[in-house]
């Protein structure tokens, strides 16, 4: 796959967001590529024509803009991210995300990190002396012979919930984002016991991927059937 990357300067880091009150999204464009990803809409508002995962626009100057916003707004809760992962394999080497967190831990603004990597272990010495943040990993299966059918460039689901299990160990508040609820997700819940305080579970609009569910022979997975199993089982935790 090639990947195009272009390091721009944004006009604004911060925006308002109909999910939380505000949302940081250090990149445009997403590595991970999930075949069902929302957040592909972005290339109609940012004019690329390039298919979904093979452009990252890498916002060179996100934490000079939030050093300079955080003092005109008022402090609420940040979500980072909300479309594009934070933790992509380009954050190893730009360090945005990073330095947007010191920047919202010095001040003392509440975060909910996202993300589907286990790079945010890195973060772990902000998040774990920062007041009021949360880390959430999307975990969609237990299965990760389908997580590779549905996300092949993202991290493996074992690595998404030892990630949990350490920052959750470590004291951390943990949730797992379980959307969409992919198929091979029962046992989910016995896989993350003990290692989050609380669980999504949302039932997205699937339609991007549902050629996956056609070639594979999934297509009853996309039942209310098997949604509501799911959902019960991940109720006990
Ligand atoms: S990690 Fe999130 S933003 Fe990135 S492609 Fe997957 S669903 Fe989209």
Redesign the pocket.
Same mark, same amino acid.
Do not use: K
């Given at each position: 796959m090639t990947l195009i990357v272009k390091e721009i300067r944004a006009k604004t880091i911060l925006s308002k967001s109909k999910i939380y009150p505000y949302v940081v999204n250090p990149y445009t464009g $997403?590595q991970? !590529? $999930?075949s069902y990803?929302y !957040?592909r809409f972005m290339k109609r508002v940012t004019g690329h024509r390039e298919p979904w995962?093979e452009f990252v626009d890498v916002k060179i100057n996100a934490a000079e803009l939030l050093r300079k916003e955080i003092k005109k707004k008022k402090r609420a809760g940040v979500w980072v991210s909300g479309? $594009?992962?934070p933790y992509?394999p380009l954050e190893a080497e730009y360090r945005l995300t990073r330095q947007c967190l010191e920047i919202l831990a010095r001040n003392d603004w509440p975060v909910i990190i996202q993300t589907?990597s286990p790079l945010v272990l890195r973060d772990m010495d902000i998040i774990q002396d920062a007041r009021d943040f949360e880390v959430g990993l999307?975990v969609t299966t237990a299965d990760d012979a389908i997580r590779k059918l549905f996300?092949p460039n !993202?991290p493996k689901i074992e690595d998404r919930i030892a990630a949990l299990d350490t920052l959750h160990r470590a004291g951390i508040r943990t949730y797992a984002m379980i959307a969409p609820v992919l198929p091979g997700a029962e046992g989910l819940a016995e896989l993350l016991k003990g290692k989050i305080d609380y669980v999504i579970i949302d039932r997205m609009n699937y339609h991007y991927a549902d050629w996956v569910y056609r070639k594979y022979g999934l297509l009853d997975k996309l039942s209310d059937d098997y949604y509501y199993r799911v959902r019960q089982e991940l109720a006990s935790l």
């Open positions: $997403c991970h !590529a $999930c990803c !957040a995962g479309v $594009c992962d992509q589907r999307s996300e !993202a």
